[in-house]
């Protein structure tokens, strides 16, 4: 299982990005994709999860209605769309695969390595 996540960088206050997390050496089916971010001095959060079965999706009530997370089978990606990014959304963003979509970091045991957003105000 690995996967590969990209697409952070440097935005604006209110600003978007597209975040990717693309899996490789098995299918996105059956499985539960979390996108997880932690700040410096912070502990690691659960932001939205989505599972591959059913499109069930989760999300912190903090980016609700701003981040968006959906999946292209056909690229067996995963992408978490952020919008009106603010500066408490910088971070280090990071993907990773479980059997559950829940937005706590124990239930997910392959990670990718991290891409880091930041927000300037």
């Known amino acids: 299982v690995q996967l590969q996540a990209s697409g952070g960088g440097l935005v604006q206050h209110g600003g978007s990005l597209r975040l990717s997390c693309e899996a490789s050496r098995f299918t996105l089916d059956y499985y539960a994709i979390g996108w997880f971010r932690q700040a410096p001095g912070k502990e690691r959060e659960g932001v939205s999860c989505?599972?591959?079965?059913?499109?069930?999706?989760l999300y912190r009530d903090s980016v609700k209605d701003r981040f968006t997370i959906f999946i292209d089978n056909a690229k067996n990606t995963v992408y978490l769309q952020m919008n009106s990014l603010k500066p408490e959304d910088t971070a280090t963003y990071y993907c990773?695969?479980?059997?559950?979509?829940?937005?706590?970091?124990?239930?997910?045991?392959?990670w990718g390595q991290g891409t880091q957003v930041t927000v300037s105000s």
């Open positions: 990773a695969a479980g059997l559950w979509a829940t937005l706590q970091a124990g239930d997910f045991g392959s």
């Open positions: 989505i599972s591959s079965s059913d499109g069930y999706t």
